[in-house]
């Protein structure tokens, strides 16, 4: 099969006007024959069943039925006119009804002829109907003929409207297939295709289309689906062992003193055996001499400031500068401070740098910093920035990186005559099979426990309607010597009023949480930073019950004392931002509680969020579910979604496959890292093909 071949435009096809393939490529992005045989259905309607009336089931299902036209009648007027066709089996009847194309139907609609009819039911007043069936002559060859496992393929309104129906593109397909006689190139070495039992691909690019049988069919779509994932997972394999073979690291290659004396005289808990694990792979990475580019994923409070502490202090043992950049500036601040606290006993200069900063103490911070005074500089976006140089930046640290760009990830690698080793902590738990994808050319670290002693939160939801409830809540833990967060949307689109709703809260919160006794802070983004900071600390210091936030706070504040975190038009928030937001609380030895507030009306998206809330605590659990309310793309932003632009296989139901075609990938990689053995020709030509390409399936020929 030639490529050329392939991109004749759908023009050509047998009965496809201008106007009609004008409007598939527009609707659907079909351009040519190679686009088309890539349109894989959405699902099989079995048509191999034929029912008698009496048998119908008693819902709404798509059934198949002979029979004939007894008669036809046009009923209503205008808009409401329709054509209805009593149809029976000989022994009992049901409505055939049309809305549409009532002329041309009555002129060719035949009585007392024997036609099949293909349908969904539709149960009215007793009576049973099929809305708009398919309907087809009755032949002598019919039943041995007529396809059994019909193909459904992705359609758009538009298409339907203008009357390119399934059918049309069924057609379509075989005239493709078939007219043309196309023949598919294997893609898959024989040694692969025996050895795990796949089928070939001409025969699976035929049934997946046109499927014999079920069995075939299955057999087609699990080798489709396999090959796709095994290319995409060649492809970030590839990428991550080129860059290792590349990109030279430092090599760190002892652990010293700092570490030493953390370890033993500062740590003051056990790490989780999560943690433990975690460090070890750093450290390895850290000694290897390639350059480290790990992802450390940990739900929120799993522990991962302690080890990118640790994995610094590797660093410095070595004679290496550090940096940590964080997201906004009260995460900056409190990494500074955690990390002063951590370092107490060990004699090491760690500098904080934002946006804040004095410019006479930049201008310090600079100086000291490239002549290697500085061993650790804390801050945020303002370390990418040209002016800061630093005499050997051995290690960079992202915390949150879903706020960080891959452009200014690698703005950080300049800064130093080989690039640093990277790491990147990310509180957004990412579920496996979506990792493995979007992060393939990452190696990945994951703290999957907790340490121990952790509460689970309890989490509710309530209506705006039942506030005083709430509110007389807020005051007994206040009483008992808790703090409140609480969080209110501010979103670009609705930011005036977002800012109002959360200026009226914070006034009738006021009124009835009155001062003396209770103290508010407020804080939110039309606030100049030092008096955020402000506002922090006195809540930091117990001096203020309740904190009232834009979202603002949503990563990384650690306050042990605050039990209650209350979310006010929860049902605006995305999941992981709730479950970020959440994770603010149940820090402390206190029992928790999460309080998700709404208005009375909800989407069904909404009210599923909030019951994935309710249900669980599991950020992993969240994450999935986030997957697959959104879809893949939406959660990993722009940048990487065209990594993962699937045809067949789908991140989540296909993780099985998944997993199998990383596993083989890997194993095929580990011994012909370049693919130029004899054996993996079919692996080398594709996947050249596609690299060039940009495109998995621009080498489906
Ligand atoms: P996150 O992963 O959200 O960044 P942190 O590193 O902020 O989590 O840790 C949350 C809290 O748990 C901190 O107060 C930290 O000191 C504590 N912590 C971390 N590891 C352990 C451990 N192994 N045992 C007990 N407490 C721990
Ligand atoms: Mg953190």
Request: glycine letters at 6%.
């Amino acid at each position: 099969m030639n490529y050329n071949l392939l991109n004749t435009p759908i023009d050509y096809l047998k009965g496809l006007g201008v106007n009609r393939s004008d409007l598939i490529k527009k609707e659907l992005k079909i351009f040519n024959y190679k686009d088309l045989v890539n349109l894989f259905p959405n699902r099989y309607i079995d048509k191999s069943k034929y029912y008698k009336i009496k048998d119908l089931p008693k819902f709404s299902c798509d059934v198949q039925i002979i029979g004939e036209i007894s008669e036809i009648n046009e009923i209503g007027i205008g808009r409401k006119k329709r054509l209805i066709a009593q149809f029976t089996d000989g022994e009992d009847e049901i409505e055939l009804i049309w809305f549409k194309s009532l002329k041309w139907l009555k002129k060719s609609l035949l009585i007392n002829t024997k036609y099949i009819v293909f349908g969904k039911l539709n149960f009215f007043a007793r009576k049973i109907s099929i809305p708009h069936p398919e309907i087809e002559l009755f032949k002598a060859d019919s039943l041995s003929k007529r396809v059994k496992i019909q193909p459904i393929y992705p359609s758009t309104e538009n298409l339907i409207k203008k009357g390119v129906s399934n059918k049309v593109i069924s057609n379509l397909m075989k005239s493709l297939l078939y007219d043309l006689k196309l023949n598919f190139k294997e893609t898959i070495p024989d040694y692969l295709i025996k050895e795990l039992k796949l089928l070939d691909k001409n025969t699976s690019i035929y049934n997946i289309h046109f499927p014999k049988n079920n069995e075939l069919l299955e057999d087609s779509i699990r080798r489709l689906k396999f090959e796709e994932l095994l290319y995409l997972q060649l492809q970030l394999l590839k990428k991550n062992i080129n860059r290792k073979d590349k990109i030279k690291g430092y090599n760190f290659s002892v652990v010293g003193k700092h570490f030493n004396k953390f370890y033993n005289e500062v740590l003051s808990f056990e790490l989780t055996n999560a943690q433990k694990k975690v460090l070890k792979e750093i450290r390895n990475d850290l000694g290897s001499n390639a350059q480290m580019n790990r992802l450390l994923q940990g739900d929120v409070g799993s522990g991962k400031t302690i080890i990118a502490f640790m994995s610094i202090l590797i660093a410095l043992d070595n004679g290496y500068q550090a940096c940590l950049m964080a997201p906004t500036e009260i995460l900056s601040v409190q990494h500074y401070e955690g990390f002063i606290e951590m370092s107490k006993l060990l004699n090491i200069n760690i500098v904080i740098l934002t946006g804040s900063t004095k410019a006479s103490v930049k201008k310090e911070i600079y100086k000291s910093l490239n002549s290697g005074e500085i061993d650790i500089i804390v801050g945020t976006h303002s370390l990418i920035q040209d002016k800061v140089k630093f005499k050997n930046l051995g290690l960079a640290i992202i915390d949150e990186q879903h706020k960080f760009g891959v452009a200014q990830r690698s703005k950080l690698w300049a800064k130093s005559a080989i690039p640093p080793h990277i790491l990147i902590m990310t509180a957004t738990p990412i579920p496996r099979t979506l990792a493995m994808s979007a992060y393939g050319d990452l190696d990945i670290s994951l703290i999957d426990e907790l340490p121990p002693g952790r509460r689970e939160i309890t989490t509710v939801h309530r209506f705006d309607s039942n506030r005083l409830s709430v509110l007389k809540f807020i005051k007994e833990q206040i009483n008992e010597g808790r703090q409140i967060y609480i969080v209110y949307p501010l979103i670009e689109e609705s930011k005036n009023m977002d800012f109002k709703d959360l200026m009226d809260g914070y006034e009738s919160l006021s009124r009835e949480f009155t001062q003396p006794k209770y103290q508010i802070s407020i804080v939110h983004g039309r606030m100049k930073a030092q008096d955020k900071e402000f506002e922090m600390k006195r809540f930091e210091n117990k001096e203020t019950q309740i904190l009232i936030a834009t979202t603002v706070i949503e990563v990384g504040v650690n306050i042990p004392n605050a039990s209650v975190m209350i979310i006010e038009s929860s049902e605006r928030f995305g999941l992981s931002q709730l479950h970020q937001l959440r994770g603010r609380v149940g820090r402390g030895i206190h029992k928790s509680y999460c309080i998700l507030m709404s208005g009375n009306k909800l989407s069904n998206e909404s009210k599923l969020r909030l019951k994935t809330m309710t249900q669980t605590n599991n950020g992993f659990i969240i994450a999935e579910k986030d997957l697959e309310i959104r879809g893949p793309g939406d959660i990993m932003g722009t940048q990487q979604s065209g990594v993962i632009d699937l045809k067949i296989a789908d991140l989540i139901s296909d993780q099985k496959i998944l997993i199998y075609a990383r596993k083989f990938a890997r194993q095929i990689l580990e011994e012909d890292k370049n693919l130029s053995k004899e054996k993996n020709n079919k692996l080398l030509n594709t996947y050249n093909h596609l690299v060039k390409n940009k495109d998995l399936w621009s080498y489906i020929g």
